[in-house]
C-alpha cells in the first residue's frame, strides 16, 4: 500500500522561500512519477510540478522559474523547494504518486495527506 507523507508547510511572507518534502513508503519508488498538487479555497485542484522516473520535470507555466522538483530515490523522497513566494501560491499542496505519466497530469492514484501553505504578511 502507498504511502505518501508530506512535511514543510507553514506561513512565510510574501518573496519568502518554503521546503516541501515528501517520504514515500510501500512502493518501488523509482517506478514511479512524482507530483505535486495544490488546491486553494474554491479552486479546482491543479499540478504544480512532476518529475518522471528519469528526472524529467514539468511545471505550472505560474511557478516556473520559482519553484524546483527534485527526487531521491535512494531515499525514497521527493522535494519541492519554492521560492520568490506569492499570496496566490497559497493552498494546500499534496505530494501524488502514479507509474502512469498520463494518471498523473489528470487523476494520479495515490495522495498523501496535503500541508499547508500560507503567503501572507
Known amino acids: 500500500q502507498v504511502q505518501l507523507v508530506e512535511s514543510g508547510g507553514g506561513l512565510v511572507q510574501p518573496g519568502g522561500s518554503l521546503r516541501l518534502s515528501c517520504a514515500a513508503s510501500g512502493m518501488i519508488f523509482s517506478f514511479y512519477v512524482m507530483g505535486w498538487y495544490r488546491q486553494a479555497p474554491g479552486k479546482q485542484r491543479e499540478l504544480v510540478a512532476s518529475i518522471s522516473r528519469g528526472g524529467i520535470t514539468n511545471y505550472l507555466d505560474s511557478v516556473k522559474g520559482r519553484f524546483t522538483i527534485s527526487r531521491d530515490n535512494a531515499k525514497s523522497t521527493v522535494n519541492l523547494q519554492m521560492n520568490s513566494l506569492r499570496p496566490e501560491d497559497t493552498a494546500v499542496y499534496y505530494c501524488?504518486?502514479?507509474?502512469?505519466?498520463?494518471?498523473?497530469?489528470?487523476?494520479?492514484?495515490?495522495w498523501g495527506q496535503g500541508t499547508q501553505v500560507t503567503v501572507s504578511s
Open positions: 501524488t504518486a502514479d507509474v502512469s505519466p498520463q494518471r498523473m497530469a489528470t487523476s494520479p492514484n495515490s
